[in-house]
Structure formats: structure tokens, C-alpha cells
């Protein structure tokens, strides 16, 4: 605050800010109003008359001083009449102060010993004696507004005409009003208002004022001012306006009347009379009376509406914003309910005794809490709102049993209360005795207090609550299904069943635990202790310093503020969520321990326990929206994925953990560009997520937007989504990624540089360049070939082809029925147990064994002369047109030969050879015994292998039959066949002049 004092001479000013002070002086000053101005002008150091005249048309006004000068005020700008204001204090002359301005700022005139007049042409005026010791009398001439005579000690006689307001003294002040709509402010002092005819107001939101209680009824309004008592006597007062910062009790009589509420935690109760009803930011009650009465509230405020005092059958129906209560005789009331609606506030209705019913169908972010009366009463919601009945207050426990309808469906009966009947309500709450809940199928909330209750909440996902005053810690168990503590000094042990989510004490040290099932469990305040257990839970310690510990299944919990302690199982996914954040935070893992300082004074502690094993789960960080440092130096197996935010985020991995920088969730594409360092290193840029630096960083999870990931010297690793994605991998070995949820089959070429699929259901096309590694999707039928280098290729699930192309490719493919296309003796194909019925199609000689015993089929492709040879499964070897040789080995095998002149390897005396006629002169040579004609008329000939005693016997064919060193028996058969026994005592049968 500064006070501007000038000279004898022709002083300028320029004056913004509140609470200043100019001195009037001699000469002609210019004073210059900036906008947003408060200013008082103390002429209280004149004895000569004072004339001033305000004219807001010419911007400005002029204060005459007698011959000693004028000043002149002038309006810099368009001043806000919301907070600006002149006040003049006058001085001991007989002042006239004219004002002329329609809309402008308000005026305050502080009259002093002279007899001033005051006229308001248009404009805020008020007449203001606050600084007169004793009381004044104000007399009413029955012009408009504020027109007639002031009397007092040490004030003259003031004219006043047409005032706005008129502010009284701290001595017993006496207003006789008349027919104007006048307003009156009474400070201290016993004080005697009489409004008189017109609508007239009298105001308590003035600094200094406390606690009043104001009885239109009674007449009376009585409080402190300045921390001194005051009672006054009202009568023709039809609006009040209650304390700024303390409790008003407003009582009204049977006239229509106005109250106004503030601050404080105001109780109205309008009489009757239509009467309106203004309620403030308080925790504030409204009684209902008789009369049609508006009543305006604001949905983020505690407002408690009670028509408990109604015996008749109340009907209440909210629409929207607008609710309307039907008293029957008693009238209808109308309650406006402003925003901003953001569900911070409650509205609690009261109901009677009669059987009322109410319907709530508002706009989202409106709460509603009903109590019921003693009658049979109706409560139904509809709509986007939030209704809760309330029992509280009865004096007995209640029995609620579902209906298996939406939400909290059914009837709730207990001594007091009738049968009410609950249609679709979000949640209810019990009394402080032995309560039993039935619930059904719908997702219902319930709020316990004490006692000890009965709860089973049926199917659905229900809540349970002891977020309410009184609770003190609780002891929740949902597996053993117990919860037990204090409620206001009372112990109480319930009994839990089917019930999925928790909410603990508002500031007690809680120990909640899940059940085998997916829980949420919140905290709130106080230091808590959370157990998910089994089942994907959903974990939130709320403020203090919590010790929140994961379970077998994928569990979330969120950052909130203490410094909490988080356990969580390696061998399971876990979320770890910060993204409510906007503090720059600080995050750091060294072998098993991460510390996250959350930028607010609370460092978090997670601990990743065993085993360690990255297939088996991993640690999700979400990042908040300010510019954090994420450091992961974490020990081998452990896998973490950074979620970065808005803000321009570090995430660095150095030891041998695994980081991913995961971006699924940005709301357009991002730009990664390589610095060429180790793995993935550089930039990543984006709508939404600032420019982050990753350094070392083991892969990079893209958007479903259109990408951009230009890769460096490292060996990087990108994970594509939906969008039409450009990647080039630059120099190292890349790998590109499908096998995400959510992916159909793709097609990927590393050839010709393409990748086309279907992501959620949207058609993708990426483009890629320099990629050497490619993993299928999931579940999908992929088709990976590779490109002239050494490629890595992974179908993954589904039934994938995988062709490698030119170079020396590893081909892996999964579950799944896959076929591999083989071209160069380096390829490696490679398949594990039980991962389904696998071909290998190949250009060059290929043997099953050398690649594993779980490959079952072999086809050989070209013209070559080509060696297939199978493994221990029952393997299917295909030749190609060439002199293909087939060697099925140990297993039960089929081998077909095709056209050239092939040679069979037959040890099993499963095996089988197909041979079709004008497929060559085709030759077995077997280790057991063997018959052409079983296998086919179209095998020429047959050679013994080994030492044993075997059997050889040919077909149609004119067949050479070669027996081994053993003792063999050779049968051409129908042919002219030529039969050489070998070492053995050998047996030929003989059935053809031509056989030899």
C-alpha cells in the first residue's frame, strides 16, 4: 500500500494496485486510474466546501477545492468494476459529490462534519459512516434507492439521493427506511433497521464481521463485529446477506424473501413465502419450509438440503442440473445446482416420513446422498451421476438384499425406516449396528461403519469402504474374508464375501490384503500395508508411508505420496504408475533396488525379488509429466519398460538388466534418431512427450501413429504397432518386432524392405531398411523372408513361413505348424518340443538331426541331386526331379522319391517309399527286411545292408536284388530279376525263366 501526497503545485499521478492512498492538496493534480485500481482520496483536511462531479461518459471526474485548485481524476484505460473502486473522503465543508457513471466502478463517499450531498445519477454509490464514533439516524424521504437525511454527531445533516447503499457507524445506528429497494450495512452497536417499503436488503459480508444469526420472523439479528457483541432490530427487511467467512443462520418469515451464503457453514431456513435461497461455499444446510422456493447450490460444496420435518409424500426428481421437490401442499421447490461438476462435492437430501420417492437422473460429476425417512421410500438413479443411500443415522442395523438389477438394486428394510425400495443407486451406506448386505449381480458399493456386519456381495465387482470420519486403522482380509478395527472408539469385526476392491481408513495405518481373485486395494491415508496376493490387482498405498507388496498375477500400484516401500515379484508383471506426477522426479536401480525420488521430498523403494527370469515378468515405470532421469543398472534377468511422460525424459541403462523406452500410449507418432552409441541411443521427439535422450537402452516400443525411427551403429531393437512406420536399423544387428497383443498376421520382406498386417484391427505398411532380425507375430499365420545378409527369422505362434533367403539364416519358428525355406548350408532351423507338425523345404542337401529331433518333414526343392535325411520322428521326405538321396533314420518314415533315379534308406520296418511309375530306376537299401512290392511296383532295386540275417523280395519290376554277409533270402518275385546273395548261405527263390 502507498500513499501519493503532492505539493502546492500541478501534481500528476498515475495510480494501479489496492489499498492506496491519495492526499488532496493544493494546485491541480492529475490522478491517472489504471486498470485493477483501489484507491481511497482523503480530502479530510478541507474545511472549504468541496464540490465533486464523476461523469463515466467522459472518462473521468473532477474534485473543486474552494479557489485552492481542481483535480482531476482520469479513467487510463477500461477499469474493472469488478475490483476497482474510488472512495472519497470528505472534509469538513458542505461537500457535494455528483456521480455519473452507468456501469463503471464502484464509488464510496465517507461523509465528515459538513452538511454533504450526495446524488447518484447511475452508478455504485455507497454512503459510507464507518468512521463516525456514535450512531447516525438515516430518514427516508421515499425517493428511489438510498434518498433522504443523515443525522449524527459529528456529521451534519447529509442529503443523500438515489444512493446505492449506505454503510453505518460502530455506535447504535437507527434507518428508517421508505419505499425504495434500499440497502443497509449495520456494523456494531445495537442498531434499529426498518427497510419500510420495497424490497430491502441488509448485508454482513464486511471485514471483522463473525458468526451472525439473523430471525426475519423475530426481527432480530445478533453476532459479533470486530470481536464485539451486537444485536439489532430488523423489520421491512425482505434480503439478507449473511458473514463472509463465518456461519450465518438465516431464519425467514412467511414474506417472500433473499438469503445470500458465504464462506462460512451457513444454515438457511426461508419460513414461508417463495423465497431464495443463495447457498455459499460452506458446509451449508438448507431446511425446507412451505412456499415455492429456488434454492441455488453449487455441486462442489457440502450442502445438506432437509425436509425431515415433511410427513407427507415428497417427490423429487433431478434432471440435468435442475432438481424440483414436490411438498404437495406445501409447494415445490426448485434447486439449481452449478459446476464446475467434478463429483468434489455432495449434496445430502433429507427425506420425511411419508413415502417419498426420488429420482436422480443428472449430469456426470453430481453426487447425491440420500437419507431416507420413516416411510416406504423409492430411490432411483439414472443418468451419469452418483447416488448413495445413507443409514447412518438410524438407530438399529438394516438388512439390504439385492434384486440382481444394475448397481445397487433391491430393498433395504430395518426398524425405522419401512421397506425402501433402491433402483440402479451407485452405492449405500450402513448404520453404526449389526447390518446384513445381500448383494447380486450388479457391481455394488458399500460403505461400512461399526458394528459387526454381515457382507456378501454376490457377483459383480464390489466395493467395500472405511474411508469415513470416526474409522480408525482396519485389518482387511479378503481371502480369509474378515475385516476388523474401531469405529469411533468402538471395535468392530465384519464378515467379508465376494468383494473385490477395498478402500481403508482416511488416516489410520491399515493392513489390507487380496484374495485369490483381481482386487483393488487403496490405502488412503496413513502409513498402510497392501497385499495383492493372487489375481491381477490393482494396488494404490494413497498418502504416508506405505509398504505395498505384489502378488502371483499382473499387478499395478500407484505412486502417491510418503515414502513408500514396494515388493515386487520379478517372475510377474508389474506397473509401477507415476503418471499423475508433474514433479521432476529422479529414478535409480542398482542391482534388485530401485529408488524413485518423487521431486515432492518422498523417495519410493522398490525391491524386485526372485526368481530372476526376464521371460517370466517384468517392472512397467509410468513416468509423470515432468523432465525425469531414469538410471537402470539393474542386475541380469531383470527387465524394466520406461513410460516416459510430457516432459523431456533420460532413460539410461548401463549393467546387464534389460530397458525398454515404451511409447504405445503417445496420442500421435514419434521420431527416434540414433547418436550411434550402444543399442538404442539418441532422441525420441513427439507431440506429447517432449524430446527424450536414451542411452543404451535395450529396445524402443513404437505408437500406432506413423513412426519414424532412424537407427545408429548399435544393435537396436524396435517394436512396430499400427500405423505406417518407417524404419531403417542403420548399422548393427536390428530386430523388428510383432509379437504384441493385439496383432494379426504379417508379412514381412526384408528384401524388398516391406511389413504389412493388421494391429487392432486398422491395416499397417511399414517400410524397413537394414533390419536383420525379425520376430512374427503371436498368434498369427506370418510370412518372414529375409533379405542377401545373415538373417535372424522367429514365427513365434501361428503357422508361419519363414524363408531366409541368401546367406547363412537362423530360422526359429515357434508354435505352430511352420514351414522353413532353406538355400544356404548355413542356415539353421530351429524348433522345440511340442511347437507342432514343422516342414523344412530346401534347395540344398539338408539333414533333419543336425537342427533337432523336432522337425517332422523334409521336401527338397529344385533340380539337384540332393541328400534328405531325417531324425528320430517319424519323419516325410519329399525329393525333388533330381538323383535325390532319402534317408529317413531312425523313426517310422515316408519318403517319396519323385522323378530322378533315388536311393532310400530304409531302417525301421515302418518306413514306407512312394514311388510313382516313370520316376527312374530308383534304388532301397535297407537294414531289415524288405519287400519292393509292399511299398511299390515302381522300385527297381534292393540292396541289404548290414550283417543280419535278412529278407529280400522284389515286385513286378525285372528287380536287382543284393543281399548282405548274411544268410538271406532273395525273391525277385514276378519280374526277370537278378539276385546276388553276398557272403551269406544264401536261399533265391526262383519263379521267372528270366531271373539270374
Known amino acids: 500500500m502507498t500513499t501519493y501526497s503532492g505539493g502546492s503545485g500541478n501534481d500528476v499521478f498515475s495510480i494501479t494496485g489496492f489499498g492506496h492512498t491519495y492526499i488532496g492538496s493544493g494546485g491541480n493534480d492529475t490522478i491517472t486510474l489504471l486498470p485493477e485500481v483501489d484507491l481511497y482520496a482523503d480530502y479530510t483536511g478541507f474545511s472549504a466546501a468541496l464540490t465533486i462531479v464523476v461523469d463515466g461518459d467522459a472518462g473521468g471526474g473532477q474534485v473543486t477545492k474552494d479557489g485552492i485548485g481542481t483535480d482531476t481524476f482520469i479513467a487510463g484505460g477500461e477499469l474493472d468494476p469488478d475490483i476497482s473502486g474510488l472512495t472519497f473522503g470528505l472534509g469538513s465543508g458542505n461537500d457535494s459529490v455528483t456521480i455519473d457513471d452507468p456501469g463503471g466502478i464502484f464509488f464510496g ?69 421508505g419505499n425504495g429497494d434500499e440497502r443497509f450495512i449495520p456494523l456494531g452497536g445495537n442498531d434499529i433497521v426498518n427497510g419500510g417499503a420495497g424490497f430491502d436488503l441488509v448485508r454482513f459480508d464486511r471485514d471483522g464481521m463473525g458468526s451472525v444469526m439473523v430471525d426475519l420472523s423475530a426481527g432480530t439479528a445478533v453476532g459479533t463485529f470486530n470481536g464485539v457483541g451486537f444485536s439489532h432490530s430488523l423489520s421491512g427487511i425482505e434480503y439478507v446477506r449473511g458473514s463472509r467467512t463465518e456461519s450465518t443462520q438465516f431464519t425467514g418469515s412467511n414474506a417472500d424473501e433473499r438469503f445470500d451464503g458465504y464462506a462460512g457453514d451457513d444454515v438457511f431456513n426461508g419460513g414461508g413465502g417463495n423465497d431464495i435461497i443463495n447457498v455459499g461455499t460452506g458446509s451449508d444446510t438448507v431446511y425446507g419450509s412451505t412456499g415455492n422456493d429456488v434454492i441455488n447450490i453449487l455441486a462442489t460444496e457440502e450442502v445438506f438440503l432437509n425436509y425431515g420435518s415433511f410427513s407427507n409424500a415428497l417427490s423429487v426428481n433431478l434432471t440435468g442440473t435442475v432438481m424440483t421437490i414436490d411438498k404437495g401442499a406445501g409447494g415445490t421447490d426448485t434447486v439449481n445446482i452449478g459446476g464446475p461438476y467434478d463429483g468434489s462435492g455432495t449434496i445430502t437430501l433429507v427425506l420425511g416420513s411419508g413415502n ?70 451407485s452405492e449405500i451406506r450402513g448404520t453404526d449396528y449389526d447390518d446384513v448386505f445381500n448383494g447380486g449381480s450388479g457391481n455394488e458399493r458399500f460403505i461400512l461403519r461399526g458394528g459387526n456386519d454381515t457382507l456378501n456381495g454376490g457377483d459383480g465387482y464390489d466395493t467395500v469402504r472405511f474411508d469415513q470420519d470416526g474409522m480408525g486403522a482396519v485389518t482387511v482380509n479378503l481371502e480369509a474374508g474378515t475385516a476388523t478395527g474401531l469405529f469411533n472408539g468402538n471395535a468392530f469385526s465384519h464378515t467379508l464375501s465376494g468383494i473385490e476392491a477395498v478402500r481403508g481408513s482416511r488416516t489410520g495405518d491399515d493392513s489390507l490384503t487380496g484374495s485369490s481373485g483381481d482386487d483393488t486395494l487403496e490405502g488412503r491415508g496413513g502409513n498402510d500395508t497392501l497385499n495383492g496376493g493372487a489375481g491381477n490387482d490393482y494396488l494404490d498405498g494413497g498418502d504416508g508411508d506405505d509398504i505395498i507388496n505384489t502378488g502371483e498375477g499382473e499387478d499395478t500400484v500407484i505412486g502417491s505420496a510418503g515414502n513408500d516401500t514396494i515388493n515386487v515379484l520379478q517372475q510377474h508383471d508389474s506397473f509401477i504408475q507415476y503418471g499423475h506426477f508433474t514433479t521432476n522426479m529422479t529414478v535409480s536401480m542398482t542391482g534388485t533396488v530401485m529408488t524413485i525420488d518423487k521431486g515432492t521430498g518422498d523417495v519410493d523403494t522398490l525391491n524386485v525379488t526372485g526368481p530372476i527370469d526376464p521371460s517370466l515378468g517384468s517392472v512397467t515405470l509410468s513416468l509423470g509429466s515432468g523432465n525425469d532421469i531414469v538410471t537402470i543398472n539393474a542386475t541380469a ?132 531398411a537394414n533390419i536383420e532380425h525379425v520376430r512374427g507375430s503371436r498368434t498369427g499365420n506370418d510370412v518372414l523372408i529375409g533379405s542377401a545378409g545373415n538373417d535372424r527369422l522367429e514365427g513365434m505362434g501361428g503357422n508361419d513361413l519363414l524363408n531366409g533367403g541368401a546367406g547363412a539364416d537362423t530360422l526359429i519358428g515357434g508354435t505352430g505348424d511352420d514351414i522353413y525355406i532353406v538355400s544356404d548350408a548355413g542356415d539353421v532351423v530351429i524348433e522345440n518340443a511340442n511347437e507342432g507338425t514343422d516342414t523344412v523345404r530346401s534347395y540344398i542337401s539338408f539333414q533333419l538331426w543336425q537342427h533337432g529331433e523336432h522337425i517332422e518333414n523334409l521336401e527338397l526343392l529344385g533340380t539337384g541331386n540332393l541328400t534328405a535325411i531325417g531324425n528320430t520322428q517319424a519323419n516325410v521326405l519329399r525329393g525333388n526331379s533330381g538323383n535325390n538321396w532319402l534317408d529317413g533314420a531312425q523313426g517310422a518314415d515316408t519318403m517319396i522319391g519323385g522323378e530322378g533315379d533315388d536311393t532310400y534308406v530304409v531302417d525301421n520296418v515302418g518306413d514306407t517309399i512312394v514311388e510313382l511309375v516313370g520316376q527312374g530306376t530308383d534304388t532301397v537299401i535297407s537294414s531289415v527286411s524288405f519287400e519292393l512290392w509292399r511299398s511299390s511296383q515302381h522300385l527297381e532295386n534292393l540292396t541289404l545292408a548290414g550283417s543280419a540275417n535278412l529278407n529280400g523280395t522284389g515286385n513286378l519290376q525285372a528287380n536287382v536284388i543284393r543281399g548282405n554277409s548274411g544268410n538271406n533270402r532273395l525273391d525277385g518275385a514276378q519280374g526277370a530279376d537278378t539276385m546276388i546273395g553276398g557272403l551269406g548261405d544264401d536261399t533265391y527263390i526262383v519263379d521267372n525263366v528270366g531271373d539270374t
Open 109 to 177: 463517499i465517507r461523509s465528515s462534519a459538513g452538511n454533504d450531498t450526495i446524488t447518484n445519477i447511475a452508478g455504485f454509490v455507497r454512503a459510507v459512516y464507518s468512521n463516525v464514533a456514535s450512531g447516525i439516524t438515516y430518514t427516508s424521504n421515499n425517493g428511489s434507492g438510498v434518498s433522504g437525511t443523515v443525522t449524527g454527531v459529528g456529521v451534519g445533516t447529509d442529503t443523500l439521493s438515489n444512493v446505492f447503499e449506505i454503510m453505518g457507524s460502530a455506535g447504535n445506528d437507527t434507518f428508517n427506511g
Open 356 to 425: 417419498d420417492n426420488v429420482t436422480i437422473d443428472s449430469v456426470s460429476g453430481i453426487f447425491v446422498q440420500v437419507r431416507g425417512g420413516a416411510g416406504d421410500d423409492t430411490i432411483t438413479q439414472v443418468g451419469y451421476g452418483f447416488v448413495r443411500a445413507d443409514y447412518r443415522n438410524m438407530s438399529s442395523g438394516i438388512t439390504y438384499t439385492s434384486n440382481n438389477g444394475a448397481n445397487v438394486s433391491g430393498t433395504v428394510t430395518g426398524t425405522g425406516i419401512g421397506t425402501d425400495t433402491l433402483v440402479g443407486i
Open 637 to 768: 534377468g531383470i527387465f524394466v519398460e520406461v513410460r516416459g511422460g510430457a516432459g523431456d525424459d533420460t532413460i539410461t541403462q548401463t549393467g546387464d538388466g534389460t530397458v525398454r523406452a515404451d511409447y504405445r500410449n503417445a496420442s500421435s507418432g514419434i521420431t527416434y534418431t540414433s547418436n550411434n552409441g550402444a543399442g538404442v541411443s539418441g532422441t525420441v521427439t513427439g507431440a506429447g512427450v517432449g524430446t527424450d535422450t536414451l542411452s543404451g537402452v535395450a529396445e524402443i516400443r513404437g505408437t500406432d501413429f506413423d513412426d519414424v525411427f532412424t537407427g545408429g551403429d548399435g544393435d537396436e531393437r524396435f517394436i512396430l504397432r499400427g500405423g505406417n512406420d518407417t524404419v531403417d536399423g542403420g548399422g548393427g544387428f536390428d530386430t523388428v518386432r510383432f509379437d504384441r497383443n493385439g496383432m494379426g498376421d504379417v508379412t514381412v520382406n526384408l528384401m524388398t524392405g516391406t511389413a504389412v498386417g493388421v494391429f487392432n484391427g486398422s491395416v499397417f505398411n511399414h517400410s524397413l
